[in-house]
Nanobody, 126 residues
């Protein structure tokens, strides 16, 4: 059974930092497209950042470029999202996700992902 488990969310003041982690069991991140998504209250889920499974290239939503950094440690089967200079508009439930097929480029689209974590709340106060 594939399980993705996020951790690291919390309450932080604007300008602060958090690092989210996503640990996988029953699934190896290596060579799979993986990524982070978020959903704020009353809004649709949106892609934040991802890593392609074919060449390891990374992508970011415009709203987080220069502030967030995605990475993965394949030896630990864990993915991270370092979030700096957080803003109140970053408040959301953050989800990690992965595509089931190998060697696929990542896209910041929910429909392309087969596996999802349960989410972790990030709240940024002004």
């Amino acid at each position: 059974e594939v399980q993705l488990v996020e951790s690291g969310g919390g309450l932080v003041q604007a300008g602060g930092s958090l690092r989210l982690s996503c640990a996988a069991t029953g699934f190896a991140f290596d060579r799979h497209a993986i990524g982070w998504f978020r959903q704020a209250p009353g809004k649709e889920r949106e892609g934040v950042s991802c890593i392609s499974g074919n060449d390891g290239s990374t992508y970011y939503a415009d709203s987080v470029k220069g502030r967030f950094t995605i990475s993965s440690d394949n030896a630990k089967n864990t993915m991270y999202l370092q979030m700096n200079n957080l803003k109140p508009e970053d408040t959301a439930v953050y989800y990690c996700a992965a595509q089931g097929r190998l060697y696929r480029p990542c896209v910041l689209s929910s429909s392309e992902n087969d596996y999802w974590g349960q989410g972790t709340q990030v709240t940024v106060s002004s």
